[in-house]
C-alpha cells in the first residue's frame, strides 16, 4: 500500500532564559518541570488558533531522566499546565541532541500521519542534575568506547586539539570572542525578546525575580582576558572556561504540526522540515559528529552547502565548531553560521539547546525572507552528530 509524507511546519518556538547552573543561577530554586510549564502556556496564548486539545502528543528530550527531571517529564507538565489527563507524552535520551532528536521524531511521525499536532522540546537543569549523576557506566565501557576521555566532554575538545593542531587555542579563543561580540549585538537589538517566556523565580536569598534574560553572555570578552584562563580538563591544555560552552539551566519548547492542518486553521508557519539525519563517529572526539550528519542530511535533502542561507551550530566548544566549520567548507567567520552567537555565549543547557538552535533559526528566516534553507546541527556526547535541514516559509520569491 502506497501513503504519501505529509508536510510538516514550525509554527512557534519559545524558550525560557538560559541560567548559570549552580546557586548563583537564576533557576536555582526552581525545577526542571517548572521551567517546561509556562512554555506550553505561552505556545497557547501566543497561538490563539491552537487549543490544548489539539495537542496530540508532547516529546521532551531530557539527560538526565531522574528525580525532577525523571518520571516521564513529557506526559506530566502537560497536567501541571492544567490540560486534563488527555495529552499523551514522552521522555527521549541522545544527551544534547536529545531535544533536537524530539523535533526529528515530532516531525516524522507527523510526516507519517501519526499525529498533526505535537510540542517537542528539551529541558536540562545541569545545577539539580549535573552531568554524569547517578551514571553507573558498564565496567567495559570506557574501554569499549576508547578510553576514559570519551567520558569527559571537555576531554573530548582536548583530544581535537591534540589530533587536528591546526585548531590552536588562539583560534579557540578568537572564536569565543566573535561569539560573545555577535551575542551582545544580538541581546542589544532585542533578538531574544519574542523567543524568552520570562518567568517569576525566587532567588537564592528568598527573594522573588522575573528570569527574562540569560545569564551567561559576557559580550565584552575579549582575547586578552581568555589568554590567562586555567584549561582546568588538561594541564597546559587548550580547553578553557572561556572557549566552552558552560554548566546551563534551561528549557525551549517547538510546536510542529501538518502544514494542511496549519493552512486549515490559516496559521502561518515559519519553516518547513525537509530532512533530518543521525551519523556517529569515535566517542574520543565525539564534536567532530556534525560533519557526517551534516553530508548525509545535505544529501538527503538533495542540496549543498552552498544552498544553506542560515547555519545554526551548536558551540559545546570552540575547536569542535572549529573542526567542523572547516570540514563542511565553511570559514570560521562564514557569516552564515550563528549570526546572533551561540552556546558559548548562551550556555548549553544540553537536551535544550537543539530546539534553541531551531528557535534561532525560526526568528532569523522570520527577519530574512531572502534565505530559503537553514541547517540546524550539534555534537553529542558518546559521539554523535544530528542534523536537520529547513525551508523558510517567509521567503518573498516562494
Ligand atoms: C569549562 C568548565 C569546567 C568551567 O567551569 P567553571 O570553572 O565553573 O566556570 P566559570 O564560569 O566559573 O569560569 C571559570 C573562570 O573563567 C572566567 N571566565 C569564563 N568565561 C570568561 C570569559 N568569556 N571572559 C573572561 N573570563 C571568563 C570566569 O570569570 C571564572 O573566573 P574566576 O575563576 O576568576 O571566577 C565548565 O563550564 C564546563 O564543564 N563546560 C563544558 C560543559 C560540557 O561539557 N557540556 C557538554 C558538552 S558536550
Same mark, same amino acid.
Given at each position: 500500500?502506497?501513503? %504519501?509524507?505529509?508536510?510538516?511546519?514550525?509554527?512557534?518556538?519559545?524558550?525560557?532564559?538560559?541560567?548559570?547552573?549552580?546557586?548563583?543561577?537564576?533557576?536555582?530554586?526552581? !525545577?526542571?518541570?517548572?521551567?517546561?510549564?509556562?512554555?506550553?502556556?505561552?505556545?497557547?496564548?501566543?497561538?490563539?488558533?491552537?487549543?490544548?486539545?489539539?495537542?496530540?502528543?508532547?516529546?521532551?528530550?531530557?539527560?538526565?531522566?531522574?528525580?525532577?527531571?525523571?518520571?516521564?517529564?513529557?506526559?506530566?507538565?502537560?497536567?501541571? @499546565?492544567?490540560?486534563?489527563?488527555?495529552?499523551?507524552?514522552?521522555?527521549?535520551?541522545?544527551?544534547?541532541?536529545?531535544?533536537?532528536?524530539?523535533?526529528?521524531?515530532?516531525?516524522?511521525?507527523?510526516?507519517?500521519?501519526?499525529?498533526?499536532?505535537?510540542?517537542?522540546?528539551?529541558?536540562?537543569?545541569?545545577?539539580?542534575?549535573?552531568?554524569?549523576?547517578?551514571?553507573?557506566?558498564?565496567?567495559?565501557?570506557?574501554?569499549?568506547?576508547?578510553?576514559?576521555?570519551?567520558?569527559?566532554?571537555?576531554?573530548?575538545?582536548?583530544?581535537?586539539?591534540?589530533?587536528?593542531?591546526?585548531?590552536?587555542?588562539?583560534?579557540?579563543? !578568537?572564536?569565543?570572542?566573535?561569539?560573545? #561580540?555577535?551575542?551582545?549585538?544580538? &541581546?542589544?537589538?532585542?533578538?531574544?525578546?519574542?523567543?524568552? &517566556?520570562?518567568?517569576?523565580?525566587?532567588?537564592?536569598?528568598?527573594?522573588?525575580?522575573?528570569?527574562?534574560?540569560?545569564?551567561?553572555?559576557?559580550?565584552?570578552?575579549?582575547?586578552?582576558?581568555?589568554?590567562?584562563?586555567?584549561?582546568?580538563?588538561? %594541564?597546559?591544555?587548550?580547553?578553557?572556561?572561556?572557549?566552552?560552552?558552560?554548566?546551563?539551566?534551561?528549557?525551549?519548547?517547538?510546536?510542529?504540526?501538518?502544514?494542511?492542518?496549519?493552512?486549515?486553521?490559516?496559521?502561518?508557519?515559519?519553516?518547513?522540515?525537509?530532512?533530518?539525519?543521525?551519523?556517529?563517529?569515535?566517542?574520543?572526539?565525539?564534536?567532530?559528529?556534525?560533519?557526517?550528519?551534516?553530508?548525509?542530511?545535505?544529501?538527503? @535533502?538533495?542540496?549543498?552547502?552552498?544552498?544553506?542561507?542560515? &547555519?545554526?551550530?551548536?558551540?559545546?566548544?570552540?575547536?569542535?565548531?572549529?573542526?567542523?566549520?572547516?570540514?563542511?567548507?565553511?570559514?570560521?567567520?562564514?557569516?552564515?553560521?550563528? #549570526?546572533?552567537?551561540?552556546?558559548?555565549?548562551?550556555?548549553?543547557?544540553?537536551?535544550?539547546?537543539?530546539?534553541?538552535?531551531?528557535?534561532?533559526?525560526?526568528?532569523?528566516?522570520?527577519?530574512?525572507?531572502? @534565505? #530559503?534553507?537553514?541547517?540546524?546541527?550539534?555534537?553529542?556526547?558518546?559521539?554523535?552528530?544530528?542534523?536537520?535541514?529547513?525551508?523558510?516559509?517567509?521567503?518573498?520569491? #516562494?
Amino acid at each position: 500500500m502506497g501513503r %504519501e509524507l505529509k508536510e510538516v511546519v514550525v509554527v512557534d518556538a519559545v524558550r525560557t532564559a538560559f541560567g548559570k547552573a549552580g546557586e548563583k543561577g537564576i533557576f536555582w530554586r526552581t !525545577r526542571a518541570d517548572d521551567l517546561i510549564v509556562p512554555l506550553l502556556k505561552a505556545l497557547m496564548e501566543r497561538n490563539s488558533k491552537i487549543t490544548p486539545d489539539m495537542i496530540e502528543d508532547n516529546i521532551w528530550g531530557v539527560t538526565n531522566q531522574m528525580k525532577e527531571q525523571g518520571g516521564t517529564i513529557g506526559r506530566v507538565v502537560t497536567m501541571l @499546565a492544567d490540560w486534563g489527563y488527555e495529552i499523551p507524552g514522552c521522555s527521549i535520551d541522545r544527551m544534547c541532541a536529545g531535544g533536537l532528536s524530539a523535533i526529528g521524531f515530532g516531525a516524522t511521525n507527523i510526516a507519517a500521519g501519526m499525529v498533526d499536532c505535537l510540542i517537542a522540546g528539551g529541558v536540562e537543569h545541569m545545577g539539580h542534575l549535573p552531568m554524569g549523576f547517578m551514571r553507573d557506566p558498564h565496567p567495559n565501557a570506557e574501554e569499549a568506547m576508547g578510553g576514559p576521555s570519551a567520558l569527559n566532554m571537555g576531554m573530548t575538545a582536548e583530544n581535537i586539539h591534540e589530533r587536528f593542531p591546526e585548531f590552536t587555542r588562539e583560534m579557540a579563543d !578568537r572564536y569565543a570572542v566573535e561569539c560573545q #561580540r555577535k551575542a551582545g549585538i544580538a &541581546i542589544k537589538a532585542g533578538k531574544m525578546k519574542d523567543m524568552i &517566556i520570562p518567568l517569576e523565580v525566587e532567588s537564592a536569598d528568598g527573594t522573588f525575580m522575573i528570569a527574562a534574560e540569560d545569564q551567561p553572555p559576557r559580550p565584552n570578552t575579549t582575547m586578552a582576558a581568555l589568554r590567562d584562563l586555567r584549561t582546568p580538563f588538561k %594541564e597546559n591544555g587548550n580547553v578553557t572556561a572561556g572557549n566552552s560552552s558552560g554548566l546551563n539551566d534551561g528549557a525551549c519548547a517547538v510546536l510542529l504540526m501538518s502544514e494542511d492542518r496549519a493552512r486549515e486553521l490559516r496559521i502561518e508557519p515559519v519553516m518547513r522540515w525537509v530532512a533530518s539525519a543521525v551519523a556517529a563517529v569515535d566517542p574520543t572526539i565525539m564534536g567532530t559528529a556534525p560533519v557526517p550528519a551534516t553530508r548525509k542530511v545535505l544529501k538527503k @535533502a538533495g542540496i549543498s552547502m552552498d544552498d544553506i542561507d542560515i &547555519i545554526e551550530m551548536n558551540e559545546a566548544f570552540s575547536v569542535q565548531a572549529l573542526y567542523c566549520l572547516d570540514r563542511l567548507g565553511l570559514r570560521w567567520d562564514d557569516p552564515r553560521v550563528n #549570526r546572533w552567537g551561540g552556546a558559548i555565549a548562551y550556555g548549553h543547557p544540553l537536551a535544550s539547546s537543539g530546539p534553541r538552535l531551531v528557535a534561532f533559526l525560526a526568528g532569523l528566516f522570520n527577519e530574512n525572507s531572502n @534565505a #530559503r534553507y537553514g541547517l540546524t546541527t550539534m555534537c553529542v556526547g558518546r559521539g554523535q552528530g544530528y542534523s536537520i535541514i529547513w525551508e523558510n516559509l517567509r521567503t518573498k520569491t #516562494r
